[in-house]
C-alpha cells in the first residue's frame, strides 16, 4: 500500500530565531503595577492609562469563552506582554538594528516595499521599528504611523475612534488588549484620496513566553479607497506565545476598504484576535484572509453594515496540521436597506489538523431587501483529520435573500484515479486537487504573499513504502 | 504480420469480491480500431479499468502486455506514461484548474518533457475547432459545470493532446446526439495513425457507422463470446444479445 504524506508549509524563513534580546521585557504576568508600568514607558497621555486599567478591570470581570477550543494551555502568569525591542522606530531601514533588519528582509519586506507598496510597518515584539509611506500619499493628507505616534500626534482622532468599533467589553481577550495594547498601525486616508496601491504593515514575534498586542485602527474616510495588507509570523518556541491584536476599520460612506491578511504564527501560539469593520452607505469593506499557522486560532472578522446599500465580502482559507485548531469564521450584521453579504470560506486539514468555521449572519428587521450568500467548503486530506462547520444564522425580516451551502469533503479515489490516468503520481493528483480547491481564495491574496502562499500549494509531496 | 500492441491474457478480475471478469483474451495490433459490446453489467467498463490499473479492482489471474511489457502490476500513472489513455464514462470535475493548465500539466507529466507554449496552443486552438468546442471552456475549471457532451468532447480533446498509443474510450459515445457523436467521430479519426489503436467500448452501434472497425467483440458475463468484423455490430443491432444471453444462462442453469 502507498501512502502519501503531504508536507507542511515550509516554514524554514519563519522558525529564524533572533536571540530573545530586548531593550525592556516586562515580568510575566498581568496586574495594575504591571498595566500602570507599560503605560509609563511609553509616556502616554493619562487618558490613555485611565483607558488601560479601565480595560484591566473588564479583563477580571470577564470569563473565558464556553465555547469553541480549549484555552487552558494560556497561562496569564507565564506570559509578557510587553518586549521593547533594542531599537528605536526609524523610517529609514538601516538604522533599524541589523538582526531585527536581517529578519524582516528574510521575509521579504523591505524588498515588496521597492516593488509594490506604498508604505510599511514594521513591528518586532511589542513596538514598531519602522514606519514609511511614500511622499505623494503624505501630500494627499494621509496618514500612515505607528499608534503610539498616533496618540500623541493625533489625539482627537484617536479618541474618537480607538476602541470604539471593537469595545473592551467584547469578549475577555479584547479587554486584555485594551490593557496592555502596544504598537499597530494607524491609517487615516482623507475625503475621496484614492491610495492605488497597499499600504502593509508586518507583525513579528520574536520573543519567547511573550504575547503582541498590536492595535490597527484604519479611517478610510467618504469616498476614499485603501488596500491594506497584514502580515503575521513568529519562530516556535515549546512554550505557548499569545497574539491578541485587535482591528478597527471605519469604512464611510461610498468608501472602500479590503483588508488582507496572511497569518503564519509558529505552531505555540494562541491567535485570539480581533477584527471588526463599520461600514457606511454605499461602502464597500472586503476581508481577505489566510490562516495557516498557530496552535490555536480563533478569528471571526466581523462586518457591520451600518448604510443603506453598505457591501462586504469575506474571502478566506485555513489549513490545518498536526497539533492545529483553527477556528475561524465570519460575522456580520446587515442593520440598514439594501446590504449585500458573500462569504466565500474554504479550510485544508491534514494530519489530525482541525478545521472549524464558525459564523454569523444578522440580518435586522430594517435591513430590508438585504442578501446574504455563504459558501463554505472544507477538504480533509485523510481519515485523521477533522473538520466542522458551525453557522449561526439570526434572520429577523421575511424582505431578505440568505443563502448557506456547506460542503464537506475528502479527495475521492476516482478523481486521483483519473488524474493518474493522465500520467499524473498520487502526489501529483492529490497536490492538484489541493491547490484547485486553495486556488479561488489565493487568486484574492496580494501578489507578494504568493510565494507564501505557493508554499502551502505546491506542497512538498514524498512518497513512502508503508 | 502487424505488431502486438496490447495483449490481455486469460484476465480475471474481482470487482468488490464480485468476479466479473472471467478470463479474458484480447488483442489488438497497431494500426486497428477495435469495439467491445455487450450489454450492462457484462464488465465492459472493468476491462478498460483493468488495463489501467484502477485500485478497486483486483486481478485475480492473467496478464496484460503492452508495447512488448508486462503492465499487469504498474501504478495507472505508469501506464499512462508508457502510452495508454482512458476516456471516462464520466470525467471527474477539478475545480480551480483550468482546462489549459490541466492539459499542459498532463502533457508535461506524460512526455516528461517541458511543454512548449505557443506550439501547444496551436495545437489546442486546431483542435478545439475540428471538435467544435467553446474556446472559453479552455479557461473554465476542468468539467465544472460542463454538460455531458461537453465532458465527452474534453476527454477527446485529451487524448488528442497527450496523444497516446492506445486510446480506451469508454461509453464516449453514450448519451450524446447525433452531431456530438459525428464530432467524437472526426476526433479519433484525427488521432488515428497505423502506429496507434483504438479500443471502443459501448453498447450502442450509433458510433459505428461512420468508423472503420476493424474487429468487433461481444462481451457477456465477463467473457468474450464472439469476435467477428464490423458486420457483427449490425447483427447485433438487429438482434441484440439475446441469443448470446440464452447461452450463457442455460449453461448457469445446468
Given at each position: 500500500m502507498k501512502k502519501t504524506k503531504i508536507e507542511d508549509i515550509n516554514r524554514n524563513i519563519y522558525d529564524i530565531k533572533n536571540k530573545d534580546e530586548y531593550e525592556f521585557k516586562i515580568k510575566k504576568g498581568l496586574s495594575k503595577d504591571i498595566v500602570e508600568e507599560i503605560s509609563a514607558k511609553k509616556n502616554e497621555p493619562s487618558w490613555m492609562r485611565d483607558f488601560r486599567l479601565k480595560a484591566l478591570d473588564v479583563y477580571n470581570s470577564l470569563k473565558l469563552p464556553t465555547w469553541g477550543p480549549d484555552l487552558s494551555c494560556l497561562n496569564m502568569d507565564e506570559i509578557a506582554t510587553y518586549v521593547k525591542p533594542k531599537t528605536k522606530l526609524s523610517n529609514s531601514w538601516d538604522d533599524v538594528d541589523e538582526d531585527i533588519k536581517n529578519t524582516f528582509d528574510k521575509l521579504g519586506i523591505p524588498e515588496a516595499e521597492k516593488k509594490s507598496l506604498a508604505g510599511v510597518g514594521a513591528q518586532y515584539d511589542s513596538e514598531?521599528?519602522?514606519?514609511?509611506?511614500?511622499?505623494?500619499?503624505?501630500?494627499?493628507?494621509?496618514?500612515?504611523?505607528?499608534?503610539?505616534?498616533?496618540?500623541?500626534?493625533?489625539?482627537?482622532?484617536?479618541?474618537?475612534?480607538?476602541?470604539?468599533?471593537?469595545?473592551?467589553?467584547?469578549?475577555?481577550?479584547?479587554?486584555?488588549?485594551?490593557?496592555?495594547?502596544?504598537?499597530?498601525?494607524?491609517?487615516?486616508?482623507?475625503?475621496?484620496?484614492?491610495?492605488?496601491?497597499?499600504?502593509?504593515?508586518?507583525?513579528?514575534?520574536?520573543?519567547?513566553?511573550?504575547?503582541?498586542?498590536?492595535?490597527?485602527?484604519?479611517?478610510?474616510?467618504?469616498?476614499?479607497?485603501?488596500?491594506?495588507?497584514?502580515?503575521?509570523?513568529?519562530?516556535?518556541?515549546?512554550?505557548?506565545?499569545?497574539?491578541?491584536?485587535?482591528?478597527?476599520?471605519?469604512?464611510?460612506?461610498?468608501?472602500?476598504?479590503?483588508?488582507?491578511?496572511?497569518?503564519?504564527?509558529?505552531?505555540?501560539?494562541?491567535?485570539?484576535?480581533?477584527?471588526?469593520?463599520?461600514?457606511?452607505?454605499?461602502?464597500?469593506?472586503?476581508?481577505?484572509?489566510?490562516?495557516?499557522?498557530?496552535?490555536?486560532?480563533?478569528?471571526?472578522?466581523?462586518?457591520?453594515?451600518?448604510?443603506?446599500?453598505?457591501?462586504?465580502?469575506?474571502?478566506?482559507?485555513?489549513?490545518?496540521?498536526?497539533?492545529?485548531?483553527?477556528?475561524?469564521?465570519?460575522?456580520?450584521?446587515?442593520?440598514?436597506?439594501?446590504?449585500?453579504?458573500?462569504?466565500?470560506?474554504?479550510?485544508?486539514?491534514?494530519?489530525?489538523?482541525?478545521?472549524?468555521?464558525?459564523?454569523?449572519?444578522?440580518?435586522?428587521?430594517?435591513?430590508?431587501?438585504?442578501?446574504?450568500?455563504?459558501?463554505?467548503?472544507?477538504?480533509?486530506?485523510?481519515?485523521?483529520?477533522?473538520?466542522?462547520?458551525?453557522?449561526t444564522n439570526d434572520i429577523r425580516t421575511d424582505d431578505a435573500q440568505f443563502s448557506h451551502e456547506a460542503k464537506i469533503g475528502k479527495i475521492s479515489d476516482k478523481t486521483i484515479f483519473y488524474l493518474m490516468s493522465r500520467g499524473m503520481t498520487e502526489e501529483d493528483a492529490k497536490a492538484m486537487i489541493v491547490r484547485g480547491f486553495a486556488y479561488e481564495v489565493s487568486k484574492e491574496l496580494p501578489v507578494e504573499y504568493a510565494v507564501e502562499m505557493n508554499n502551502l500549494i505546491n506542497l512538498e509531496l514524498e512518497g513512502a513504502i508503508g | 504480420m502487424s505488431e502486438k500492441l496490447l495483449q490481455i491474457k486469460n484476465l480475471y478480475v474481482n470487482a468488490d469480491k464480485k468476479e466479473i471478469l472471467k478470463g479474458i483474451n484480447l488483442t489488438i495490433n497497431k494500426g486497428e480500431i477495435h469495439v467491445i459490446m455487450g450489454p450492462n453489467g457484462s464488465g465492459k467498463t472493468t476491462t478498460a479499468n483493468a488495463i489501467l490499473n484502477n485500485p478497486a479492482y483486483s486481478k485475480k489471474k492473467g496478464s496484460i502486455i503492452f508495447d512488448s511489457q508486462d503492465i499487469t502490476n504498474l501504478s495507472t500513472d505508469e501506464i499512462a506514461r508508457k502510452g495508454v489513455f482512458m476516456s471516462f464514462q464520466m470525467p471527474e470535475e477539478i475545480p480551480g484548474i483550468s482546462v489549459t493548465n490541466f492539459l499542459k500539466y498532463a502533457k508535461n507529466k506524460i512526455t516528461s518533457k517541458p511543454v512548449k507554449a505557443a506550439e501547444f496552443k496551436i495545437d489546442l486552438m486546431k483542435y478545439m475547432r475540428e471538435l467544435k468546442m467553446n474556446p472559453k471552456n479552455m479557461a473554465r475549471s476542468l468539467n465544472v459545470g460542463f454538460s455531458g457532451g461537453e465532458k465527452k468532447k474534453n476527454e477527446i480533446l485529451q487524448m488528442l493532446v497527450l496523444n497516446p498509443k492506445l486510446a480506451i474510450l469508454d461509453e464516449t459515445d453514450s448519451g450524446l446526439d447525433v452531431d456530438a457523436i459525428k464530432t467524437v467521430s472526426k476526433g479519433i479519426e484525427m488521432f488515428k495513425n497505423d502506429q496507434n489503436a483504438v479500443l471502443i467500448i459501448t453498447h450502442n452501434t450509433k458510433i459505428l457507422h461512420s468508423l472503420k472497425v476493424d474487429y468487433v467483440h461481444i462481451l457477456v458475463d465477463g467473457k468474450i463470446v464472439d469476435t467477428s468484423t464490423s458486420e457483427l455490430a449490425k447483427t447485433i443491432e438487429e438482434e441484440g444479445y439475446s441469443k448470446y444471453k440464452k447461452e450463457v444462462d442455460t449453461s448457469e442453469e445446468d
Open positions: 514598531v521599528v519602522y514606519h514609511s509611506m511614500k511622499e505623494e500619499l503624505k501630500k494627499q493628507g494621509v496618514i500612515y504611523t505607528d499608534m503610539e505616534t498616533a496618540v500623541n500626534e493625533y489625539p482627537e482622532l484617536v479618541k474618537k475612534y480607538f476602541m470604539k468599533c471593537v469595545p473592551v467589553y467584547d469578549h475577555k481577550f479584547v479587554a486584555l488588549h485594551g490593557a496592555v495594547w502596544s504598537g499597530g498601525s494607524f491609517v487615516y486616508v482623507p475625503k475621496n484620496v484614492k491610495v492605488d496601491i497597499p499600504l502593509q504593515s508586518y507583525f513579528r514575534l520574536n520573543s519567547k513566553e511573550a504575547g503582541q498586542f498590536e492595535h490597527t485602527l484604519i479611517i478610510v474616510e467618504e469616498g476614499a479607497s485603501l488596500h491594506f495588507i497584514e502580515g503575521c509570523s513568529a519562530p516556535k518556541y515549546n512554550k505557548v506565545n499569545l497574539h491578541a491584536g485587535c482591528v478597527e476599520l471605519y469604512v464611510k460612506d461610498n468608501a472602500y476598504l479590503r483588508y488582507s491578511t496572511i497569518e503564519n504564527w509558529s505552531k505555540n501560539m494562541l491567535n485570539l484576535n480581533t477584527k471588526k469593520a463599520i461600514v457606511g452607505k454605499n461602502a464597500k469593506m472586503e476581508w481577505v484572509s489566510g490562516s495557516f499557522g498557530s496552535k490555536i486560532s480563533m478569528l471571526y472578522p466581523m462586518s457591520i453594515l451600518d448604510g443603506e446599500g453598505a457591501q462586504t465580502e469575506y474571502t478566506g482559507i485555513s489549513f490545518a496540521s498536526t497539533g492545529q485548531n483553527l477556528d475561524n469564521g465570519f460575522k456580520v450584521v446587515h442593520n440598514a436597506k439594501n446590504t449585500s453579504s458573500l462569504v466565500n470560506a474554504k479550510s485544508i486539514s491534514k494530519n489530525g489538523g482541525k478545521c472549524t468555521y464558525r459564523s454569523l449572519v444578522r440580518i435586522n428587521e430594517n435591513a430590508k431587501n438585504s442578501k446574504s450568500s455563504v459558501s463554505c467548503e472544507s477538504l480533509m486530506l485523510d481519515d485523521i483529520s477533522i473538520s466542522d462547520t458551525i453557522p | -
